[in-house]
Antibody
Framework: QVQLQESGPGLVKPSETLSLTCTVS????????WSWIRQPPGKGLEWIGY???????SYNPSLKSRVTISVDTSKNQFSLQLTSVTAADTAIYYC??????????????????WGQGTLVTVSS | QTVVTQEPSLTVSPGGTATLTCASS?????????PNWFQQKPGQAPRALIY???NKHSWTPARFSGSLLGGKAVLTLSGVQPEDEADYYC?????????FGGGTKLTVL
């Protein structure tokens, strides 16, 4: 059973950088896409971006200028950095696995496993 | 900016059928948007239910099904149970980007 666990500071000061790590256990980080998603308190889900195990990335255009996602295959981890944070970045941050699968006749895009989430508050 | 729209709320009686939809501001939703559906209960992480329009995960109850209808992705719950009360989110894929719908709050009453 694949498990994902987010870790990092729960409190970040405005204008500083938010840094989170997602540790993958029960399976390899290789051959999959790994995503970050966030959810402000009481609001909906927002996709932040993803990284493929080879290091290629895609980011939400609204956050692209402030986001960097990286991967460390030796540690089975991937990380999120969000710069110049404000109170609007206060949210539960989730990591999740995305699978792009071809079964010989059709392609499938699958979000399957999620971490439990970690609350990050931006406040001085 | 691409917007994915869901009904904000829906109320259904136990044993009834709930139909949740997911529309794209870019036009009709097709299988090429690989619609995924998630269930989220209070205080919990989202749980994947449906992928690529209509495929169920091994843990997805049989009463949940996904389809395309009228240019939208649809999540149908047949024989709704009290434990199905939750928020439901759809996710559409636009090339390299992904966009979540705003979510539907399903009340079982």
């Amino acid at each position: 059973q694949v498990q994902l666990q987010e870790s990092g500071p729960g409190l970040v000061k405005p204008s500083e950088t938010l840094s989170l790590t997602c540790t993958v256990s029960g399976g390899s980080i290789s051959s999959y896409y790994w995503s970050w998603i966030r959810q402000p308190p009481g609001k909906g889900l927002e996709w932040i971006g993803y990284i493929y195990y080879d290091g290629s990335t895609s980011y939400n255009p609204s956050l692209k200028s402030r986001v960097t996602i990286s991967v460390d295959t030796s540690k089975n981890q991937f990380s999120l950095q969000l710069t110049s944070v404000t109170a609007a970045d206060t949210a539960i941050y989730y990591c999740a696995r995305r699978v792009y699968h071809y079964d010989g006749s059709a392609y499938y895009l699958i979000f399957d496993y999620w971490g439990q989430g970690t609350l990050v508050t931006v406040s001085s | 900016q691409t917007v994915v729209t869901q009904e904000p709320s829906l109320t259904v009686s136990p044993g009834g059928t709930a139909t949740l939809t997911c529309a794209s501001s870019t036009g009709a939703v097709t299988s090429g948007y690989y619609p995924n559906w998630f269930q989220q209960k209070p205080g919990q992480a989202p749980r994947a239910l449906i992928y690529s329009t209509s495929n169920k995960h091994s843990w997805t109850p049989a009463r949940f099904s996904g389809s395309l209808l009228g240019g939208k992705a649809v999540l149908t719950l047949s024989g709704v149970q009290p434990e199905d009360e939750a928020d439901y989110y759809c996710l559409l894929f636009y090339g390299g980007a992904q966009v979540f719908g705003g979510g539907t709050k399903l009340t079982v009453l």
